[in-house]
């Protein structure tokens, strides 16, 4: 079982719909939890770190659940500019040291 | 612009040539990070510096493999006898140390293609 899962997607969805997706991860006892936006053939780009308690930014919510060892990325009001891939990362324990583990994304397409 | 800078953006070699990287993190990060990533791929964890030490390397990095940040601020990787599989983006974070020390900002890459 790999560290750090995501449905790669894609998800097609309509200009102005919500959309979420999930990570799950397999180390109970991780601690940091991220997610990332990656645009075809460049780099990530932080969007925003996940607390215990969940937080919101914008048109853009991300929740834990560690009981159920996954976070969520809920987007509402989809534009087109939020197509890309979605990243999460957690604070993991691999190799005997804490790594940050990278899911490999999942990719989300908005259409018109 | 996130203000980490890679240099080159793009690196064709041929087989069995060595290659370098180099990294220009943030300014005021004391953290720096090399990943590697592959077409459908998150990125995958190389090696870790905090300032100039280096903590962490993965296991999944060869001999051929070597970084080092001599001054704690810029940093090279050398992929020395490069084979075709070593044909990847390969990216620099960094990042702040304290509570935010895990969020990190990243280069534009550089893409490497061993022919």
């Known amino acids: 079982r790999k560290e750090v899962e995501q449905d790669p997607g894609p998800f097609n969805v309509p200009e102005g719909a919500t959309v979420a997706f999930n990570c799950t991860y397999s180390?109970?006892?991780?601690?940091?939890f991220f997610w990332h936006r990656q645009d075809c053939r460049k780099e990530p780009k932080l969007l925003m770190s996940v607390y215990s308690s969940g937080n919101e930014d914008g048109r853009f919510t991300a929740q834990l659940n560690r009981a159920s060892q996954y976070i969520s990325l809920l987007i509402r009001d989809s534009k087109l500019s939020d197509s890309a891939t979605y990243l999460c990362v957690v604070l993991g324990y691999m190799d005997s040291n804490y790594q940050l583990i990278w899911g490999a994304g999942t990719k989300l397409i908005i259409k018109p | 612009d996130t203000g980490v800078s890679q240099d080159p953006r793009h690196k064709i070699t041929k087989r069995g040539q060595n290659v370098t990287f180099r990294c220009d993190p943030i300014?005021?990060?004391?953290?720096l990070y090399w990943y590697r990533q592959t077409l459908g791929q998150g990125p995958e964890f190389l090696t870790y510096f905090q300032n100039e030490a280096q903590l962490e390397k993965s296991r999944l990095l060869s001999d051929r493999f070597s970084a080092e940040r001599p001054k704690g601020s810029f940093s090279t990787l050398e992929i020395q006898r490069t084979e075709q599989g070593d044909s990847a983006m390969y990216l620099c974070?960094?990042?702040?140390?304290?509570?935010?020390?895990?969020?990190?900002?990243f280069g534009p890459g550089t893409r490497l293609t061993v022919l």
């Open positions: 974070a960094s990042s702040p140390s304290g509570t935010t020390g895990n969020e990190q900002f």
């Open positions: 300014s005021e990060h004391n953290r």
């Open positions: 180390n109970s006892a991780s601690q940091s």
